[in-house]
């Protein structure tokens, strides 16, 4: 049997010393380094070669090929049954890739792993170290009654979980959770750096040997980053973040990394005591279903990958109480809320220094679209004067330093969203250049924040 070692690793970041020490050099965080055990290196085999020299013996030769030899095929997709699940993925999981998924503790990534695997049509293995099978029985009626293709294996193990992989062959693999596994090659308790970084290289070895798609659910710490060591979040193909309110009804799935995809595309889900039901048109819940108009409240056209919503935005501006006024603003870049105040003070007049600002972007998602600058602009002044907006009008373009309306991509699809939703009209800049001229809804090409201020207000 191999030789043992001992080493330090941070149980926040991962960096590993050959000593203990109080703070780490990394990531500056004190009392976080602790001893584990580790594998050694296995010996290395050594040949001597027609030269006289010894290398490394090998299992398999490669050899270099020029990148106009290498063959390309489209990859092949694995429908999930889940339209929102696959556009995040970028049109559902790739054979051999393993996929991360993150999120808050009871936020349902179990649920949603578990409802994804009972309507699977592959044969597919839910492996748990964290709940039993009547537990996840009882959670899989309430889901999905019925499914003769979903699996329930509860182990920790790898060795037996490979085990049973071998002897079932399934088409898929779900882990729950990846921080519960354990590996006889590691003598260091499950959870800890180098066990996750053990157990989740024996899955890519798996994954990638055997063409087999394999889900991990992992836990966050209290920062909400995915936990244990950085190198995980490289070593996975996909890094999924399953976030909202548990307070709330509604999920938002994003993609931080995807090497098969794009990572600008949503997901979003309603939580309902019979699982996860996809959101098909996420505008229904990002904007409110008020009768009466109300100021302070504007509706922006924004982009989530490539898919249009409208969302609500809202504003209070009221004076200041204390000396220093106050500038918050949820789901939006609060230094560009600055910015845009001060263009209003310089180029429109508007005496904004001595008053409080809040802004929000409702249903909870954060927006780096610049194309909401114009509907901020017309919620603070809306709230500021105290007049309501049309409720039938939404905005779609950028505010620059000078006070100019600026163009913003993909105009169209803005548009045709608005109109779909019973928009009557559109204030875009007039810089746009837009595909055809005639659309079911009214547009109003403005080129000056001045003229958006006269526009709305007189």
Not at 22 to 31: A, I, L, P, R, V
Not at 290 to 318: D, W
Not at 383 to 402: P, Q
Not at 429 to 451: A, M, R
Request: hydrophobic residues 35%; aromatic residues 6%.
């Amino acid at each position: 049997m191999a030789k043992t070692k001992t080493t330090f690793f941070c149980q926040n970041c991962g960096s590993q010393y050959s000593k203990w020490q109080g703070q780490c050099t990394s990531c500056k965080e004190w009392n976080t380094i602790a001893e584990e055990v580790i594998q050694k290196a296995e010996k290395v085999t050594w040949e001597v070669g027609e030269s006289g020299k010894p290398h490394k013996e090998r299992s398999r030769s490669v050899k270099p090929l020029k990148i106009s030899e290498i063959s390309t095929s489209a990859e092949a997709r694995m429908d999930t049954q889940n339209g929102e699940f696959n556009r995040v993925l970028g049109g559902g999981l790739v054979p051999g890739s393993l996929t991360l998924l993150g999120g808050e503790p009871g936020i349902g990534k179990s649920t949603l792993m578990l409802q994804i695997a009972l309507q699977l049509p592959y044969k597919t293995l839910y492996v748990s170290g964290e709940e039993s099978a009547s537990q996840i029985k009882m959670r899989a009626e309430r889901i999905h009654p019925h499914s003769e293709n979903c699996y329930v294996l509860t182990e920790t193990k790898t060795q037996n979980i490979f085990r049973n992989i071998a002897e079932m062959e399934p088409d898929i693999v779900v882990i729950d959770s990846i921080q519960t596994l354990h590996t006889d090659y590691i003598e260091s308790s499950a959870g800890s750096i180098s066990q996750i970084r053990e157990t989740t290289t024996e899955l890519i070895k798996f994954a990638k040997e055997t063409a087999t798609p394999v889900i991990l659910i992992g836990h966050i710490t209290k920062d909400g980053n995915i936990a244990g060591p950085k190198i995980l979040e490289h070593m996975v193909d996909t890094v999924l973040q399953f976030e909202g309110d548990r307070n709330h009804i509604y999920r938002i799935l994003r993609a931080n990394k995807n090497r098969f995809g794009s990572t600008n595309e949503l997901g979003i889900y309603e939580m309902q005591g019979s699982g996860l039901r996809e959101v098909s048109n996420p505008s229904e819940i990002l904007i409110s279903k008020n009768e009466e108009e109300l100021s302070g409240t504007a509706i922006a056209s924004t982009l989530e990958g490539m898919r249009p919503l409208m969302i609500e935005i809202q504003a209070l501006v009221s004076t200041a109480v204390y000396g220093t006024p106050q500038r918050s603003a949820t789901g939006y870049n609060a230094k560009r809320l600055n910015m845009i105040l001060a263009v209003l003070e310089k180029r429109a007049g508007f005496k904004l220094g001595a008053k409080d600002v809040f802004l929000n972007v409702t249903g909870g998602i954060t927006v780096d679209d610049p194309a909401i600058d114009l509907a901020v602009v017309a919620a603070v002044l809306s709230s500021n004067i105290d007049i309501a907006i049309d409720k039938r009008m939404c905005f779609a373009a950028e505010v620059g330093l000078a006070g100019e309306v600026r163009p913003v991509n993909r105009v169209d699809q803005r548009i045709l969203e608005a109109e779909k939703l019973g928009f009557e009209t559109i204030i875009i800049s007039k810089y746009c250049k837009l595909p055809k001229e005639n659309y079911g809804i009214q547009i109003i090409k403005l080129g000056k924040v001045n003229d958006v201020v006269r526009h709305l207000f007189g």
